[in-house]
């Protein structure tokens, strides 16, 4: 079945540290996002990658860092400048902005 | 700019009662309109999907939306609720401009007994 993967299911990070989280797709999709959820707040996109290779900054992308070598791949680093992480954070995908997005099961960033 | 609006932080309902969730959307482009369902700690998933045609859109677990071009509004309905749709509700937005999609704030569902 194809679909996107998220891990970890959970994640903690200790002060000053980097941590990275995967997401990976096998529908060949070519737009990829990442979105940070809050209790209240919905989703606001940090970062989306249009095509290999691009990527572009969301509404809340400060502290945040992407790459995208793969089609199949676009992991975030939620970086030591990112003073509040705790969160929960979604990767989706879609073929097409007319299509909908597919989303990942999302991982839990904690703060130890 | 687009935006979207979900009036309805929470809404409860009795078991078997009919729901209504609110969504309108500001847009000077056209539109094509999606609602998600989110379970605790999961991912969101497509409940159903405006792209063309008819206004009257079908969708999984006997939801239905109605996309009022006039009243810039895409309201998510079930004629019967279970328990089990319980979560939270995503009404979203995109264009054919841009890759960006917007979201609503989401309105919490709570079925009770």
């Known amino acids: 079945d194809g679909g996107i993967t998220q891990s970890p299911k959970y994640l903690f990070r200790k002060e000053g540290q980097n941590v990275t989280l995967s997401c990976e797709q096998n529908?060949?999709?070519?737009?990829m996002y990442w979105y940070r959820q809050d209790p209240g707040q919905g989703l606001r996109l940090i970062y989306y990658?249009?095509?290999?290779?691009?990527?572009q900054k969301g509404d809340i992308a400060e502290g945040y860092s992407v790459s995208r070598e793969k089609k199949e791949s676009f992991p975030l680093t939620v970086t030591s400048a990112q003073k509040n992480p705790t969160a929960f954070y979604l990767c989706?995908?879609?073929?097409?902005?007319?299509?909908?997005?597919?989303f990942g099961d999302g991982t839990r960033l904690s703060i130890l | 700019a687009q935006s979207v609006t979900q009036l309805d932080s929470q809404v409860p309902v009795f078991e078997e009662a009919p729901v209504e969730l609110r969504c309108n959307y500001s847009s000077s482009v056209s539109v094509y309109l999606f609602w998600y369902v989110q379970y605790p700690n999961q991912g969101l998933q497509l409940l159903l999907k405006?792209?063309?045609?008819?206004?009257l859109v079908k969708g999984i677990n006997g939801f239905e939306a109605e996309f009022n071009k006039s009243q810039t509004s895409f309201h998510l309905r079930k004629p019967s609720v279970h328990i089990s749709d319980t979560a939270e509700y995503f009404c979203a937005l995109s264009t054919s401009g841009t890759y960006k999609y917007i979201f609503g704030t989401g309105t919490r569902l709570k079925v009770l007994a």
């Open positions: 989706a995908s879609s073929i097409s902005p007319m299509q909908p997005q597919h």
């Open positions: 405006y792209l063309s045609g008819s206004t």
């Open positions: 529908l060949n999709h070519d737009a």
């Open positions: 990658s249009q095509i290999v290779n691009d990527f």
